[in-house]
């Protein structure tokens, strides 16, 4: 059975930092390319980063130059460092899993983590 679990999400000012990150089990880790994306209340579910599972990484325009996405396969975790936090970066951060080669669209992961709260406030 596949579990992705999120952490590290909380409260911070904005201009702040926060490190998420999510482990993974019952899953093949290496070969999945391990995607983070959220959801604000009221908003449809919004893809921010992606890691490939050859290591290359994709941003969201509205989190690049803040955010960096990292995974360690030995640990099976991927991690989201979030800098310069700003008010609409609150929202439910969920971490997910896909093989698939279209990476951006929540439609085509297979496997998601609960959520994880961030709220920034101004």
């Known amino acids: 059975q596949v579990q992705l679990v999120e952490s590290g999400g909380g409260l911070v000012q904005a201009g702040g930092s926060l490190r998420l990150s999510c482990a993974s089990s019952?899953?093949?880790?290496?070969?999945?390319?391990m995607g983070w994306f959220r959801q604000a209340p009221g908003k449809e579910r919004e893809f921010v980063a992606v890691?490939?599972?050859?290591?290359?990484?994709y941003y969201a325009d509205s989190v690049k130059g803040r955010f960096t996405i990292s995974r360690d396969n030995g640990k099976n975790t991927v991690a989201l460092q979030m800098n310069s936090l700003k008010p609409e970066d609150t929202a439910t951060y969920y971490c997910a899993a896909t093989r698939r080669f279209s990476m951006t669209n929540s439609k085509d992961y297979d496997y998601w983590g609960q959520g994880t709260q961030v709220t920034v406030s101004s």
């Open positions: 019952g899953l093949l880790f290496s070969i999945h390319h």
């Open positions: 890691i490939r599972s050859g290591g290359v990484t």
